[in-house]
């Protein structure tokens, strides 16, 4: 009768040691998912980060790239006006 009631202690036992585990185990995805969630949210600034960063990057060259068209085009126009001047 002392081994059935031993057995019977044993599965409560385990029964409760198993309950805990998948608290502690519920506790810890909750940890997870919060962590992941942070990631995310810093991975979306770093991305927001980096299109900024290179937004800044390329206006200078979109600046110089502009003032080099404007150069063009006025020179253009000048040896168009000279060329008009030559021809009156």
Same mark, same amino acid.
């Given at each position: 009768? =002392?081994? #059935?009631?031993?057995? *019977?202690? +044993?599965? &409560? =036992?385990?029964?409760?040691?198993? +309950? @805990?585990?998948?608290?502690?185990?519920?506790?810890?995805?909750?940890v997870a998912d %919060?962590? @992941?969630? @942070?990631?995310?949210?810093? *991975? %979306?600034? #770093? +991305?927001?980060? *980096?299109?900024?960063?290179? !937004? #800044?990057?390329?206006?200078?060259? &979109?600046?110089?790239?502009?003032?080099?068209?404007s150069r063009e085009?006025?020179? /253009?126009? !000048? &040896? /168009?006006? !000279? !060329? +008009? &001047? %030559?021809?009156?």
């Amino acid at each position: 009768m =002392s081994s #059935l009631k031993d057995t *019977i202690e +044993k599965m &409560k =036992s385990l029964e409760a040691e198993k +309950k @805990n585990l998948l608290m502690e185990i519920g506790e810890l995805k909750k940890v997870a998912d %919060a962590r @992941n969630s @942070n990631l995310e949210s810093e *991975i %979306a600034s #770093l +991305k927001d980060e *980096i299109e900024s960063l290179k !937004s #800044l990057l390329m206006e200078p060259e &979109k600046e110089q790239e502009s003032s080099e068209e404007s150069r063009e085009e006025t020179e /253009v126009s !000048s &040896k /168009v006006s !000279s !060329s +008009k &001047k %030559a021809t009156y």
